[in-house]
C-alpha cells in the first residue's frame, strides 16, 4: 500500500512472518484510524540484517481498546496509538 | 567486636544482604562489546576518549532537560505549537543536543491523559530525558499499560475520572514520545526556571500527574 492510497480507515495485515517484525501481534487484524502520516523511513525488516532497506511510510494508526481488546477493554472508548509500516497495512472499505 | 554478628551474617551494616560478587565470565553480548570497542580504537575509527565522552555526555542527560521543555511550552503558546508540530526540532531549538531522536510531543488537556509505553523493547527519549527507569523495561508495564492502563496508572497513584479519555501510545517503530502534562494551578506568573522545577519525570512518560501548587 502506498502513502497515497492509504485511507482513513485500515486494518493491520494478520500475517506472522519471522523475524525483526516492529508491529505488535496484538494489533494485527485490527482496524484503526490513521494519526498521522511519517516518514518515509527504511523497513526495520531489512535494516536489521544489514541489507539495502525500501523507504517506507510509517502510519499512526490510533485504535480503540473495544477494537483491540472486545468485551475485555478497560474502558472501550480509550485509545491505544501504535507506529505500524505501510506494508502492514490494507484498505478498510 | 564492632557489632553483633550471630544472625546478621548476611546483612550488611544498614541492614540489606550484601549484594554478591560479580565474578562470573562475560556474556556473548559483552565479549562482542568489547571486542567491536577494541577494534574500532584500533583501527582508528574512535578513540577510547571519544568513547568515555559519550558515555558522559549520555550520563549528564536528565529529565531536568524534558522540564525545560514542558515549561518553554506552557510559557510561549507559539513555542507550543512547534512542540507539537516537531518536538525534535523544537528541543534542538532550545539547544538540546538530541542527535538523531525522533520525538513526538503528545498534550495533556482537561479531557485527555496521555502514557507511554513501547510493548516490543524499552524504546524512551534517552537523547532529551536520559536513561529509563527499571519499571519502564519491565515485561509487567510493558505488557499491562496497553491493556488495563488505568489500573496501572492507578497503581502509580493517578486516579483519572471518567470523562478524561486515556490514550496509550506504544512506541513500536522510528518515533520517541514525551507528554505534555497540564501545567498545575496556582502557578499564575511563574517564570520557566520555576516551572521546570515541577516536572518531574513520570509527568513526561504520563504516570504521574502534577499537582495544585498551594
Known sequence: MTANALTQRVRVKTMMPPGHIRTPAYVRGKVGEIERTLGPFGNPEQLVYG?????L????VRFTMAEVWGDAAERPSDTLDAEIYAHWLEEVD | MLHDHHDHDHLSPSGHPYRADNDVPLTYWQTMEIAVREL???????TAAEIAGQIDAMDRRSPADGAQVVARAWTDPAFKDRLLADASEASREMGFDIGTLRLIAVENTVDVHNVIVCTLCSCYPRNLLGMAP????????RSRTVK???KVLSE??????DHIQVRVHDSTADMRYI???ERPAGTDGWDTEALADLVTRDSMIGTSVLSTVT
Open chain 1, 51 to 55: 541489507i539495502d532497506a525500501e523507504r
Open chain 1, 57 to 60: 511510510p510509517l502510519l499512526r
Open chain 2, 40 to 46: 574500532l580504537i584500533e583501527k582508528g575509527v574512535s
Open chain 2, 134 to 141: 527499571d519499571w519502564y523495561k519491565s515485561r509487567e508495564y
Open chain 2, 148 to 150: 488495563e492502563p488505568r
Open chain 2, 156 to 161: 502509580f497513584g493517578v486516579v483519572l475520572p
Open chain 2, 179 to 181: 507528554v505534555l502534562p
